[in-house]
Nanobody
Framework: QVQLVESGGGLVQAGGSLSLSCAAS????????MGWFRQPPGKERNFVAA????????AYADSVKGRFTISIDNVKNTVYLQMNSLKPEDTAVYYC????????????????????WGQGTQVTVSS
C-alpha cells in the first residue's frame, strides 16, 4: 500500500506564493512519476504538473506555465509544487498522485495513469 501525504496549502492573496509538498511512502519505488492535479469548486479535477523520478522530465498545464514549478527529491520520495503569481482562478483542492509504472522516463497528464492519490490540500487565492 502506498500513502501520499500532502502539506502546504492555505490562504494567500493574489500575486502571492505557496509551496506544496507531497511525500510518498509504503513501498520502494524504482522508477515512477508524480503529478499534481487540482479541482476548483464545482469543477472537474484537472492536470497541473508532473515530474519523473529523476527530475529530468516535467510537464505543465498551459494555465500554470511560467508560474508554477514542480520538483522532486527522489531520496525522500517527495514532490514539491512551488506556486508563484497566484491568481484567484488557482483556488482549488490540490491533489498529488503517483504513477508507479510510467512509460520509460515519461510523465502523464492523464489521471488514469496514476495509481495512488493523496487526500488533497486546499489552496485559496483571494482577490
Amino acid at each position: 500500500q502506498v500513502q501520499l501525504v500532502e502539506s502546504g496549502g492555505g490562504l494567500v492573496q493574489a500575486g502571492g506564493s505557496l509551496s506544496l509538498s507531497c511525500a510518498a511512502s509504503g513501498r520502494t519505488f524504482r522508477s515512477y512519476a508524480m503529478g499534481w492535479f487540482r479541482q476548483p469548486p464545482g469543477k472537474e479535477r484537472n492536470f497541473v504538473a508532473a515530474v519523473n523520478w529523476s527530475g529530468g522530465k516535467t510537464a505543465y498545464a498551459d494555465s500554470v506555465k511560467g508560474r508554477f514549478t514542480i520538483s522532486i527529491d527522489n531520496v525522500k520520495n517527495t514532490v514539491y509544487l512551488q506556486m508563484n503569481s497566484l491568481k484567484p482562478e488557482d483556488t482549488a483542492v490540490y491533489y498529488c498522485a503517483i504513477d508507479t509504472n510510467p512509460v520509460y522516463y515519461a510523465v502523464s497528464a492523464t489521471q488514469a495513469s496514476y495509481d495512488y492519490w493523496g487526500q488533497g490540500t486546499q489552496v485559496t487565492v483571494s482577490s
